[in-house]
T-cell receptor
Framework: KAGVTQTPRYLIKTRGQQVTLSCSPI?????VSWYQQTPGQGLQFLFE???????NKGNFPGRFSGRQFSNSRSEMNVSTLELGDSALYLC?????????????FGQGTRLTVV | SQQGEEDPQALSIQEGENATMNCSYK?????LQWYRQNSGRGLVHLIL?????REKHSGRLRVTLDTSKKSSSLLITASRAADTASYFC???????????FGKGTTLSVSS
């Protein structure tokens, strides 16, 4: 079974630009979550989608948005990029197991804003 | 905001030694999970322990959970250089839709 695939792996953008990151979950997983990881703030939750609906959103400005398609693939978009948006962006697809939810992560997209 | 907080922040040991990492959390939980991350890559799920479990084993990993103290520990026995990574504990938010991670423990195992 293929794992979670994130594209691109690396990205360099200029301040003020926008960027779109893509995530393909494990086949059959309908929940996709996005996280931002920085050295200063650690891993922070961005948002979660289930069956094309955003169920939960973290404490990020409106410049961060996302969507999920009918095939469960998800994209996240960051507009008007700032230097502080430089981070590793991780996508996870989830499966409910006995006693909890297990998340499977992609390798991440390393975004550098210059 | 961080739910879990790992301790220590960094740990350096020799191959063959045991490594213990601790995690404290703030609110009541249904389960707690541990993840490993190798040098800026994706996270790998290690183990999930439910709130009604006190201890769980998986290979060289042993996880304990003390809900009265809101704490968990991850023990890696007979460590190897390949165990060098960052380790995170995570709990679910109240809605059950997002994992809340601690800042992690960076483990370095030297041969």
């Amino acid at each position: 079974k293929a794992g979670v695939t994130q594209t691109p792996r690396y990205l360099i953008k200029t301040r003020g630009q926008q960027v779109t990151l893509s995530c393909s979950p494990i086949s059959g997983h309908r929940s996709v979550s996005w996280y931002q990881q920085t050295p200063g703030q650690g891993l922070q939750f961005l948002f979660e989608y289930f069956s094309e609906t955003q169920r939960n959103k973290g404490n990020f400005p409106g410049r961060f948005s996302g969507r999920q398609f009918s095939n469960s693939r998800s994209e996240m978009n960051v507009s008007t990029l700032e230097l502080g948006d430089s981070a590793l962006y991780l996508c996870a697809s989830s499966l409910v197991v006995s006693g909890g939810t297990e998340a499977f992560f992609g390798q991440g997209t390393r975004l550098t804003v210059v | 905001s961080q739910q879990g907080e790992e301790d220590p922040q960094a740990l350096s040991i020799q191959e063959g030694e045991n490594a213990t990492m601790n995690c404290s959390y703030k609110t009541s939980i249904n389960n707690l999970q541990w993840y490993r991350q190798n040098s800026g890559r994706g996270l790998v799920h290690l183990i999930l322990i439910r709130s009604n479990e006190r201890e769980k084993h998986s290979g060289r990993l042993r996880v304990t959970l003390d809900t009265s103290k809101k704490s968990s520990s991850l023990l890696i026995t007979a460590s190897r250089a390949a165990d060098t990574a960052s380790y995170f504990c995570a709990t679910l938010n109240q809605a059950g839709t997002a994992l809340i991670f601690g800042k992690g423990t960076t483990l370095s195992v030297s041969s």
